[in-house]
């Protein structure tokens, strides 16, 4: 920082010294224009809204032949949230095991799709290498899957909205490089 003082200003300051019996106006309609929502003409829509679904979403990565990305901003599915989840091109789409994400003892937020029972297929984002390839998420604490005989126990955290924590929108392995985000559960920003 410069201590050298401002013209105007104290040492450091940017902004005018301003005295106890002075006032500071603020322009007409300041607060209403912050709390109002974003004036951008985006349309924002969920995978069940597009003709084609998952196909409608999905664009080719020029890069990697075959690979198909997210096509649009991935965002919370909640009314009123649209916090953006994944930039468009952050993910890779796969169909793969859905996963068990489900607490069949809660009932499931209405702004959440539900999701094939395992072992049947579902359609998925998956974002690599690491959790900074997302703009805002939130993980869960870790949860134990599994650990009957039939294989072997896992330890995953559920991705949830960073800003509102609805979820679960996929889910990651503790310590793994992938993470998963159910098509299904997030909405497009057109």
């Known amino acids: 920082m410069c201590d050298t003082p401002r013209p105007g200003g104290t040492a450091g300051s940017l902004a005018p010294e301003i005295g106890p019996d002075q006032s500071v106006s603020l322009p007409p309609g ?20 597009f ?14 032949q075959g690979v198909l990305t997210n096509k649009y901003d991935l965002t919370c599915p909640r009314t009123g ?8 091109d952050g993910g890779m789409w796969v169909e ?8 069949p003892n809660r009932p499931m937020h209405p702004d959440l799709t539900p999701l094939p029972v395992p072992p049947a297929t ?25 650990g009957d005989t039939s294989g072997p126990t896992k330890q995953l955290k559920w991705l949830i909205c ?8 996929g889910w990651t ?11 299904s559960r997030v909405k497009y920003k057109l």
């Open 96 to 103: 793969g095991a859905s996963v068990g994400i489900d607490d």
């Open 162 to 169: 960073a800003e509102c924590d609805l979820g679960p929108l």
């Open 122 to 146: 579902a359609h998925w984002w998956l974002i690599t290498p690491s959790p900074m390839e997302f703009e805002n998420i939130g993980f869960t604490r870790a949860i134990q899957l599994g």
């Open 30 to 49: 300041l607060f209403a224009a912050l709390q109002r929502p974003s004036a951008c003409n985006s349309t924002v829509r969920s995978l069940q809204d």
């Open 51 to 64: 003709d084609n679904g998952v196909m409608d979403v999905c664009s080719t990565d020029v890069m990697k």
């Open 81 to 88: 949230c649209g916090c953006v989840i994944l930039k468009r």
């Open 173 to 183: 392995e503790v310590g793994g490089k992938e993470f998963w985000l159910a098509c």
